[in-house]
């Protein structure tokens, strides 16, 4: 008998499926609004620790705050003033609203109950699989295009991981991308004495929106950038306040970049990879609840403003037919 199973619970109103490995004394819960991991336990000295600063309850996981643990697609974070150009084009995602309100982030589908389309157990893990075709033309103000989007978690031996699948199912190409937003936790202690390790030759350049400089201009490397966002090696993140994206990641021989949070105190670290792409550090100084008790590590295929830099055409690019995978996901190491 396997020691994987899935099964499924609520949280208020929301169909909840529960993987775990009894095994590892791991637990995974997501939810099918947004395929939104909801927690993300480990049994630790005989109790169960939660990793995960997502959702407590279905009122939380209605209003979406801190967009915990978003599913971010066809976008991730930020689009300048919610408007892009594409093959020559020009789109608006808030059509009717004006000045400071304008504002379009994290994609569509974080209110959008997923389909569970493959639930499967088997000796290596617990695989389930949600997927939606919510994304179509007139489905959402200033994206005239259709993709099939489909997010596979699987629960193993090393941890948690996903694939996502992005398919282009309409007759011209189209921008899409994807990015998680997990936010993570090493206990109840402030994030100031935890470890972070972020694996990246470049940090990110961004105006006081947070939108990227133009050009080679966004990219500053680490060498010349602020000692405390330099974390190319394990230190305390201490007093720093952090929400910067790092490129030129650096990849481990098995083809993963690794960002690393470590709790001395404990000696509990996650690892939060991909394979390629941009990862975003933030240290919750702004968000609603508890803050700083948790540190959002963000894998993102391209940065925030994709769709309105040249230097990302290629990579945001999805023509008519095609598909696009990213992988990313949590390694999780106990003492």
Known sequence: MSEFTIEKTQMGPHDVFVLDDAGRGRRVRIARRGATLVSLEQRIAGEFQ????????????????????????????????????FDGQSHDLQPGVEGAQRASRHGFVRGVDFDVVIQHVDGDGAHITFATSAIRPGAFAGYPFAIDLAVTYTLDARGLSLQVSMRNVGETAAPCFFGWHPYFRMGDSAVDTWELQVPARALVRTTADYIPLPGAQAYQPLD?????????????IGSARIDNAFADLVLDADGRARTHLRDPASGVRISMWQEHGIVLVFTADTVTRD?????????????????????????????????????????????
């Open 50 to 85: 939660q990793l995960a600063d997502g959702y407590r309850d279905g009122a939380e996981l209605d209003s979406r705050p801190g967009s915990r643990f978003a599913i971010m697609a066809p976008f991730a974070n930020r689009i300048d003033d919610a408007r892009y150009t």
């Open 224 to 236: 010349a950038a602020p000692t405390e966002l330099d974390f190319r090696k394990s230190k305390p």
């Open 291 to 335: 803050v700083r008790r948790a540190v959002a590590l963000e894998p993102m295929e391209s940065m925030s403003n994709a769709f309105n830099r040249p230097d990302c055409a290629n990579a945001i690019r999805l023509e008519p037919g095609t598909e696009r995978v990213f992988r990313c996901g949590v390694e999780i190491e106990i003492p």
